[in-house]
């Protein structure tokens, strides 16, 4: 009988644990997307002020051969495709680029929620 009570209070221990350490680390994720998203957050992890303009990045394409490749303004690699607007596309899907001002060549394109919206 006292074999199963210490079994119970380990796996009940575990269980804790694991609790603990899942919810501090969904914490820590929520913290990281709420500070990419533009949200200001104090050391007691409480919302202070929201900033209400929209992150706009700034992006370049490079292209070599057929293949499109993007890149933001620290030459860090975002996504390739073969059209501007598949580049967009996967821009919003994979890194969350909602706004980009984009040079391609001699022409500034803009994109908007995962579309070319403006070519000057």
Known sequence: MLE?????????????????????RLRDIIIEAAK??????????NIIQVDT?????ELFIERIKD?????????EFV???????ELATLAKQQKNIKYAAVIYGDDVLMFVDGTVKIKT
């Open 4 to 24: 199963i009570i210490i079994i119970f209070g380990a796996f009940w221990l575990g269980y804790q644990v694991g609790v603990h350490l899942t919810a501090w």
């Open 36 to 45: 990419k998203e533009g949200l200001i957050i104090d050391d007691n992890h």
């Open 67 to 75: 293949t499109l490749y993007l890149y933001d303004r620290e030459d």
């Open 79 to 85: 996504c390739q495709a073969n059209t501007v607007e």
């Open 53 to 57: 303009k929209p992150n706009v990045y």
